[in-house]
Nanobody, 123 residues
């Protein structure tokens, strides 16, 4: 499966932004999907994950209540709705796909990655 993330940009603190991740190749419903982010000089961190049919989700504590992960399998697209953005949310955001069953928070569990989209939140 090939993944293409989009939707990043420059916003102010408190604003909202929605990221998208288009999947091509094998049907995305075959995969657990996730979002990760990497701030400059830092490791890649887990943000959120969603089960194959979208029934289950899992969030990092830092984004719980502000971000919502969702998917539209008919469109082969994954989303991340980000509300109440903070400067510390600034990072390159990556979508990823896992052939496993668990909603993993380790990047090692995901075998397929998109190219990343930059989100910059100004204070």
């Amino acid at each position: 499966v090939q993944l293409q993330a989009s939707g990043g940009g420059l916003v102010q603190a408190g604003d909202s932004l929605r990221l998208s991740c288009a999947a091509s190749g094998r049907t995305s419903s075959n995969y657990v999907m996730g979002w990760f982010r990497q701030a400059p000089g830092k490791d890649r961190d887990f943000v959120a994950a969603i089960s194959r049919r979208g029934a289950s989700t899992y969030y990092a504590d830092s984004v719980k209540g502000r971000f919502t992960i969702s998917r539209d399998n008919a469109k082969n697209t994954l989303y991340l709705q980000m509300n109440s953005l903070k400067p510390e949310d600034t990072a390159v955001y990556y979508c990823a796909a896992s052939s496993g069953n668990a909603l993993g928070r380790s990047s090692y569990e995901y075998g397929y990655w998109g190219q990343g989209t930059l989100v910059t939140v100004s204070s």
